[in-house]
């Protein structure tokens, strides 16, 4: 069976704060649907980047340049589908998406979008490097993340009968608890977005589902390249 690794991205330990500057980055991300506006509640906006803004990349350890460069390619296969620019710069406190690399190449995760600006430390942690079949596709991934898009298997619409047992039994094996699976995983994400495209199974977003993980005769393989419905979504969060 495929070695799945998980992406257990952090969610902001400070609603408000990333609240008021998702919307401060871009007015879009306020609450749009009618009736979904709670005063005591902010659990439901995006956050995404203003459009037309160059978000800066830094590393925070240095890593080789060529682990830059790849991590920077492979970045990049986001910018024909966004209204957004990026440029690689040596200063974490002059840059968004802030990377540390070289830890175990199953860690990998990154905030969501405009998170990134209550980041203290890394907004992105790279575990993966070049010389890995999952390089390209986990940076994608990660990157997809850092503009603000969810999991695709968490999608509302997603519909896959895991063999939850035996979700919980693959994952205890590598050392993650039930909660961890819970939210990244097997949860469904009640996203705020009206642009929210519909449940795309070919998303870069979504995870491998092993038809050992599931009922019945159901599968998804290992997509490794940005969807058809990845670039209709982003082109809906950062129109030109
Ligand atoms: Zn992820």
């Known amino acids: 069976m495929l070695d799945l690794m998980i992406c257990h991205c952090p969610r902001t330990i400070e609603p408000r704060l990333a609240y008021e500057m998702a919307l401060q980055e871009n007015p879009a991300n306020a609450p749009q649907t009618p009736g979904t506006r709670r005063k005591r509640s902010v659990a ?24 830059k460069d790849a991590v920077f390619n492979a970045a990049c296969q986001w910018l024909p589908y966004v209204n957004l620019d990026f440029v690689l710069v040596d200063d974490d406190f002059d840059s968004e998406i802030k ?10 995760y990154s905030v969501f979008g405009t998170d990134a600006l209550t980041s203290a ?27 603000g898009a969810e999991h695709e298997h968490q999608h509302p619409a ?25 939210e990244a995983v ?13 449940y795309d199974r070919h998303s870069i977003m979504h995870y491998p589902v092993p038809q050992e993980l599931t009922l019945g005769d159901w599968e998804i393989g290992v997509n490794d390249r940005i969807s058809d419905k990845d670039k209709a979504f982003m082109r809906l969060a950062y129109p030109r």
């Open 44 to 67: 439901y906006f995006d956050k995404f980047w203003a459009p037309g803004r160059t978000l800066r990349i830094s590393f925070t350890n240095e890593p080789e340049p060529s682990l």
């Open 99 to 108: 990377i540390h690399t070289g830890g175990s190449p199953l860690v990998n």
């Open 121 to 147: 430390g890394a907004s992105m942690v790279l575990g993966v490097t070049p010389d890995m079949d999952d390089f390209e596709r986990t940076v994608i991934h990660e990157f997809g993340h850092a503009l």
């Open 158 to 182: 997603a519909d896959i009968p895991w063999d939850i047992p035996k979700v919980y039994a693959h994952y205890a094996v590598k050392g993650h608890s039930k909660e961890v699976v819970d």
């Open 186 to 198: 097997l949860s469904k994400v009640v996203g705020a977005s009206i642009r929210k495209t519909p």
